[in-house]
T-cell receptor, first 114, second 119 residues
């Protein structure tokens, strides 16, 4: 089955700096890669996703890049703000057929210091 | 309410007791998922349904666990003879699977979870 590795496990940045979180996956059939943000005690919320027919996607201060050949994808947050502090999870899924199951990484605790 | 609703939010039970959790997905979503999350870990897949059919179960789902979605709407997750290792956050999510590959959102919408503590 799919295995998703996520690095780093913790990341501390100063407000205004950029943050990058990286994930690798093992199943070449995976073609959908979402990122979730989970604040303490709250539900994971989808912040951005990318499909394998696209190399990069951007939404305001957040961007995701995908390298299918190398089987890795990354989340980039620019101009970080204290409210960006949370745990971020990457995930992968082989869409299509009957399998829409997401396999998650272990998460990255991002702390943005004012 | 257009979100995914889970009840109860918290459950404390004694080891050996049975517990049941409920999930009400977004009404138009035909897929429903159960995940388990322990401290410091990402959500781990347990099982999922398309409409009322349970299509896949993880090996994490021992025979003490059973899930149902009898009418293709809400779902229940039951744990029999609870063990301390069952203590975790149980998350439900729903999504819409359809034929429109251009515009529909593949992303899950998660509920707030049920936090189970087995003492």
């Amino acid at each position: 089955g799919e295995n998703v590795e996520q690095h780093p496990s913790t990341l501390s940045v100063q407000e205004g700096d950029s943050a990058v979180i990286k994930c690798t996956y093992s199943d070449s059939a995976s073609n959908y890669f979402p990122w979730y943000k989970q604040e303490l005690g709250k539900r994971p919320q989808l912040i951005i996703d990318i499909r394998s027919n696209v190399g990069e996607k951007k939404d305001q201060r957040i961007a995701v890049t995908l390298n299918k050949t190398a089987k890795h994808f990354s989340l980039h947050i620019t101009e970080t703000q204290p409210e960006d502090s949370a745990v971020y999870f990457c995930a992968a899924s082989p869409l299509g057929g009957s399998n829409y199951k997401l396999t998650f990484g272990k998460g990255t605790l991002l702390t943005v210091n004012p | 309410d257009t979100g995914v609703s889970q009840n109860p939010r918290h459950k404390i039970t004694k080891r050996g007791q049975n517990v049941t959790f409920r999930c009400d997905p977004i009404s138009e979503h035909n897929r429903l998922y159960w995940y388990r999350q322990t401290l410091g870990q990402g959500p781990e897949f347990l099982t999922y349904f398309q409409n009322e059919a349970q299509l896949e179960k993880s090996r994490l789902l021992s025979d003490r666990f059973s899930a149902e979605r009898p009418k293709g709407s809400f779902s229940t997750l039951e744990i029999q003879r609870t063990e301390q290792g069952d203590s975790a956050m149980y998350l439900c999510a729903s999504s819409l699977a359809g034929q429109d590959r251009v515009t529909y959102n593949y992303g899950y919408t998660f509920g707030s979870g049920t936090r189970l503590t087995v003492v």
